[in-house]
C-alpha cells in the first residue's frame, strides 16, 4: 500500500490547524436563508445520428434544481440538488464556518480545487477535463480555503465521491465499478489531497489569474482489497482585459489502479453513464470568450477548444479532442447556451468513440448542436 496520500494528509492537516489558530472575527450580515433555483429545456442535434437528422432533432426536459444558500453569524450553509427526467442527485451540499475574514473551512460535499477556479470551459458542454474527472467534481470532504491581497489557497481532504463507485448516478466524473465493454471494474476513490494556489492582479482593462493545482489519492479495488494511487497536477490562467477573456491550462494525470487487467484504460462514470479512458495522459485547453453587453443583458460568445493525449503502453491509443464555438444569451432570469460541437475520438459527441484516449473508431471530426434553454430563481 503507498502510504504518500495519508502522509500528505496529515502534514496537510497539521499546517491548517497551526494557521488556523487566529482568533475569528464575527461577520453578523445576511443572516438568514435563501432558496433559489432553475428549471432548463434542452435541443440537441447530432449531424452523426440518422434518427436525429430525420426527426430534426430533439427537444427535452433537461432538469430541474432547487438551492440553499443560508448563514448565521460565522456558520452558514450551501446545498443543491437537481432532478432530471431518468433520475436526481446532489451536486453538492455541505456547510462552512468563517474563522475570521480570510479563512473559511467547509465540510460535506464540496467543490474539489482543481484547476483554473470556477470552469476551465464557458460552455453547457463543459471542457474536455470534465470528462477525465477535473472540471467541476464534487466530492465529500473538508477544505480549507484562504483569501486575501489576490493570493487564494485552497487546501482539502476528501474521503470519497459524493456517490458509491458502482452508482453512476452523478453530477460530475468519478472513477467506477461495474461492466464497461466487457471489461469489469471495481475500482473506487479514497484518501484524496488537493492543493491549489493561485495569485490574482489587476492590470490595466482588467485581471489575471495565474495558478497551479496538485491532487493525489488512492484507487482501491474492492475485489482483491489492494489499494493503487492516482495523480494529477494542472498549470492554469485566466485573465480579462476589457470585455476579452482568455482560458489556458495544461494537465498531466495518472491513474494506476491496482490489480488492473487492463492498465492502460480505466472506467469512470457521470450523468447516467460509464465509459473508459486513457489511464495516463496530458490534457490541454484553450478557450477565448468576448463578452458583448446589450440594453436587455449580455452575450458572450466563445470557442473551447480540448487536447488530450494518452501516454499508455499500448501505442495503438490515439488522440481525443473537443471543440466548442457557441454564445450565452443573459436576459433577465433566463440564460440560453447555443452551442455548435465537433468531437474527435471523444465521448458524448462522436457516434463511434465513446471514450477518451483510447484507440479511434474511423477518422472523423463528429458534430452536433445543443441549445439549453434555462430559467432561474
Known amino acids: 500500500m503507498n502510504k ?61 434544481a432547487i438551492k440553499f444558500n443560508g448563514r448565521l453569524d460565522n456558520w452558514g450553509l450551501a446545498a443543491e440538488y437537481r432532478f432530471t427526467s431518468e433520475t436526481n442527485y446532489i451536486k453538492y451540499g455541505y456547510g462552512f464556518y468563517d474563522i475570521n475574514p480570510k479563512w473559511q473551512l467547509q465540510f460535506g460535499i464540496n467543490k474539489v480545487p482543481f484547476g483554473n477556479p470556477e470552469f476551465i470551459s464557458n460552455s453547457f458542454w463543459f471542457g474536455l477535463p470534465y470528462y477525465l474527472g477535473f472540471e467541476d467534481d464534487h466530492d465529500i470532504g473538508i477544505k480549507a480555503v484562504y483569501q486575501s491581497n489576490g493570493w487564494h489557497t485552497d487546501l482539502a481532504f476528501y474521503k470519497n465521491p459524493e456517490y458509491a463507485a458502482s452508482e453512476n448516478k452523478r453530477y460530475a466524473t468519478d472513477l467506477y465499478t461495474g461492466s464497461i465493454n466487457g471489461t469489469e471494474y471495481h475500482n473506487e476513490e479514497t484518501n484524496q489531497v488537493n492543493l491549489r494556489q493561485t495569485y490574482t492582479f489587476e492590470h490595466n482593462g482588467g485581471s489575471t489569474t495565474l495558478g497551479g493545482s496538485a491532487q493525489f489519492g488512492q484507487i482501491y479495488n474492492s475485489k482483491t482489497g489492494n489499494n493503487g494511487d492516482r495523480y494529477a497536477l494542472a ?24 490489480d488492473a487487467i487492463d492498465p492502460n484504460k480505466i472506467g469512470v462514470s457521470v450523468v447516467s453513464w460509464q465509459y473508459e479512458i486513457a489511464t495516463k495522459g496530458q490534457s490541454y485547453s484553450a478557450n477565448i470568450a468576448k463578452i458583448i453587453d446589450t440594453d436587455w443583458g449580455s452575450v458572450k460568445c466563445y470557442n473551447d477548444f480540448g487536447l488530450m493525449t494518452p501516454d499508455v503502453a499500448d501505442e495503438t491509443y490515439d488522440n481525443s479532442m473537443q471543440n466548442v464555438t457557441g454564445c450565452a444569451i443573459s436576459a433577465g432570469p433566463t440564460y440560453t447556451m447555443v452551442d455548435f460541437i465537433m468531437g474527435k475520438n471523444m465521448t458524448f459527441s462522436t457516434a463511434n468513440n465513446d471514450h477518451i484516449g483510447l484507440p479511434e473508431v474511423g477518422d472523423n471530426w463528429d458534430k452536433r448542436v445543443n441549445i439549453n434553454f434555462g430559467y432561474y430563481f
Do not use: C
Not at 432558496?35 to 429545456?41: I, K, Y
Not at 498549470?235 to 495544461?250: E, I, T
Open 4 to 64: 504518500t496520500p495519508f502522509t500528505l494528509a496529515a502534514l496537510a492537516t497539521v499546517a491548517v490547524l497551526s494557521t488556523l489558530a487566529t482568533p475569528a472575527l464575527a461577520d453578523n450580515s445576511e443572516n438568514g436563508i435563501n432558496v433559489g433555483g432553475a428549471v432548463r429545456a434542452n435541443y440537441a442535434y447530432k449531424d452523426y445520428s440518422e434518427n436525429s437528422k430525420d426527426k430534426a432533432g430533439d427537444f427535452s426536459f433537461d432538469m430541474a
Open 235 to 258: 498549470l492554469h490562467l485566466d485573465s480579462s482585459y476589457n470585455d476579452w477573456n482568455l482560458q489556458l491550462q495544461a494537465l498531466q494525470y495518472e491513474y494506476d489502479a491496482a
